[in-house]
Nanobody, 119 residues
Framework: QVRLKESGPGLVKTSQTLSLICTVS??????????WAWIRQPPGKGPDLIGF???????YVRPSLKSRTSVSRDTSKNQFTLHLNAVTPEDTAVYYC???????????WGQGTQVTVSS
């Protein structure tokens, strides 16, 4: 059973950088053919993919966030990280990490962490 757990600050000020870590257990983030994703759900809206990192270290970030977002990993700790720069209140959301398959579905999720950006 793969488990994912998000950690990071619950409150960030406008213009600061949000950094979240996802710690994975029960499976390796280097296992072939899996992607490790960040997804967020703003209040009253549906979930949106932010980006992901593949088993080989390749990354994808949604174009609208690409200029201020990076996804990285630490294979020695079996963790992957989201950095979102220059946050605004519009970045307020529940942030999830999840495992994405090659079929583009998500089979394991973290519990989610609320992030609020204060103005």
């Amino acid at each position: 059973q793969v488990r994912l757990k998000e950690s990071g600050p619950g409150l960030v000020k406008t213009s600061q950088t949000l950094s979240l870590i996802c710690t994975v257990s029960g499976g390796s983030i280097s296992s072939d053919n899996f992607y490790w994703a960040w997804i967020r759900q703003p209040p009253g809206k549906g979930p949106d993919l932010i980006g992901f990192i593949s088993w080989s270290g390749g990354t994808y970030v949604r174009p609208s966030l690409k200029s201020r977002t990076s996804v990285s990993r630490d294979t020695s700790k079996n963790q992957f990280t989201l950095h979102l720069n220059a946050v605004t209140p519009e970045d307020t959301a529940v942030y999830y990490c999840a495992r994405r398959t090659t079929l583009k579905d998500y089979d394991f999720w973290g519990q989610g962490t609320q992030v609020t950006v204060s103005s």
